[in-house]
């Protein structure tokens, strides 16, 4: 079975047409990450005099270094060298779910020309980090084509409600949080025709630069005029958690500088924060953990897959519950900084699993 992947290549151009190829982000990231240009090289495969070579070319192209050295202390980003890498990640964070679903379009096309009795499994979701590492369980599995594709939690139970999709991913949150957002998830799922599938635990909160130089100790500093803030877009799960969280300080969105701006991803709410274009963002911890930024936990979280009941006894759904249940998918999901998977696998009732918290 094929398997494509679709990437972002960035390359640099100036008016007079000189070009940067997209070495300089590897080689940036790189230096960032081990703080020397030996170790840099060796990261990414090319020797300590042609990584110098780069920099140097890298600063003359722009008109001033990207990178500094200091005797004694090694090598560094300057503000430029890391404000174009803040960028490059932020462009990623923003476009990367789109390439990912692209590239799941293509596959599932492809493939269904290859094999047309080939079993797949769609599967529309909100973004997570576990959701993330899903199709890695499939690699080794070629019998089954995973079709994945990334929604908001409202588009993808819709989605589902529609026969759009076999499994749409949602998350909920634990406690009374949880109970507002079940009324509204109830519009598209019926106790009697659909089931959920537990997938993950996961902590959401504050994404705060490296440090915490603004002393943001609680949502109720958001208010302050000194804060700029970057929110999830209308329609995700996460956004409608923020907003009940913002409710119950008493806080409304107008009183937020930077409210309505949206990202549409954790990641880009990390990269936006990280880029020094925001004080503070709301998102799940990894992508706090990923681009070295401060994290404020605030409210838990249960991940789901809804489905409808007539499914489960297909061959291709207990395949895949019988790899949620394995050590593989758990040890994916170890790696993850708040993330915990006690019940993945494990088959529910929608009124059971509303009601009940993740132990």
């Not at 909100?126 to 079709?147: E, N």
């Not at 025709?193 to 504050?206: E, K, P």
């Amino acid at each position: 079975m094929k398997r494509i992947a679709v990437k972002p290549t960035w390359t640099l151009e100036d008016e007079s047409g000189k070009r940067v190829g997209p070495e300089v982000f590897a080689l940036l990231g790189a230096i960032n990450r081990t703080g020397k240009l030996t170790e840099a090289a060796e990261a990414v495969g090319v020797s300590y005099r042609h990584a110098w070579g780069l920099v140097e070319t890298w600063g003359a192209f722009f008109g001033r270094p990207l990178v500094r050295f200091e005797r004694g202390k090694g090598t560094a980003l300057t503000p430029l060298g890391a404000k174009i890498l803040w960028a490059e990640q932020r462009a990623i964070a923003r476009l990367g779910l789109q390439l990912e679903s692209l590239a799941s379009e293509i596959n599932h096309e492809i493939n269904q020309l290859l094999d047309a009795a080939i079993a797949t499994i769609r599967i529309h979701a909100s973004h997570g980090f576990a959701v993330a590492r899903v199709p890695a369980l499939f690699l080794d599995h070629q019998g089954i084509q995973l079709d994945l594709r990334y929604l908001g939690t409202h588009d993808s139970l819709a989605s589902l409600a529609r026969g759009g999709c076999d499994l749409a991913g949602f998350h909920l949150p634990v406690g009374p949080y949880g109970l507002v957002a079940a009324r509204q998830y109830r519009r598209w799922l019926d106790p009697e025709r659909h089931r959920v599938v537990h997938l993950v635990t996961r902590t959401q909160g504050l994404f705060l630069a490296n440090g915490n130089p603004k002393g943001i100790q609680s949502l109720a500093d958001l208010a302050r005029a000194d804060l700029q803030f970057v929110n999830r877009q209308q329609g995700s799960g996460t956004r409608l958690l923020f907003d009940q969280l913002l409710a119950a300080e008493g806080i409304s969105g107008d009183e937020i500088r930077g409210y309505e701006t949206e990202e549409y991803t954790h990641a880009a709410v990390a990269a936006y924060v990280a880029s020094g274009m925001a004080d503070v963002g709301f998102g799940v911890q990894p992508a706090a953990h990923q681009l070295r930024l401060g994290f404020l936990p605030i409210a838990q979280e249960q991940y789901f897959f809804a489905l409808a009941a007539q499914d489960l006894d297909k061959p291709e759904i207990q395949a895949f519950l019988e790899m949620l249940r394995g050590p593989s998918f758990q040890a994916m999901v170890s790696e993850l900084p708040g993330y915990a998977a006690p019940r993945a696998g494990e088959v529910a009732g929608i009124d059971e699993a509303f009601l009940t918290g993740p132990g």
